[in-house]
């Protein structure tokens, strides 16, 4: 069994650095999610003020708390932020956009409360 010091540890960060692991990988699923949702720039997402965007984070973050474990893993689990944005984008359209569905259905009245927001 390999035994833990301080120079296997220093070894295991120096190839997480040299293979160019994002520190993002190691960011929790909620952390990956909002992340993502705040990237977006052209987007009916971007358009919302501040607060009304945290709510469709923490909305859509509520709807995902019920994604399998395995597939917030493969979001999380995405080398770079463009690959977890890619496998987030995966994961919510797969089986006819289900997730996309369900998270439509509990927080679309944050994108359109307020005034047109939702009506480009």
């Known amino acids: 069994m390999l035994k833990r010091t301080p120079v296997s540890r220093t070894a295991a960060a120096a190839l997480l650095m040299l293979t160019g692991a994002s520190p993002t990988f ?8 909002a992340n993502i949702m705040n990237a977006q720039t052209d987007s009916r997402l971007a358009s919302l003020d501040p607060a009304r965007k945290q709510e469709m984070i923490a909305c859509v973050n509520g709807v995902l708390s019920k994604l399998p474990n395995g597939k917030k893993r ?19 359209k797969e089986n006819r956009a289900e997730w996309e569905q ?8 944050i994108v359109v409360r307020g005034g047109g927001i939702g009506h480009r």
């Open 26 to 33: 190691a960011a929790d699923f909620p952390t990956v999610v």
């Open 102 to 109: 369900k998270i439509a259905r509990a927080c679309a009245s």
């Open 74 to 92: 493969f979001v999380v689990e995405g080398a770079s932020f463009a690959e977890q944005e890619s496998r987030f984008g995966q994961v919510v």
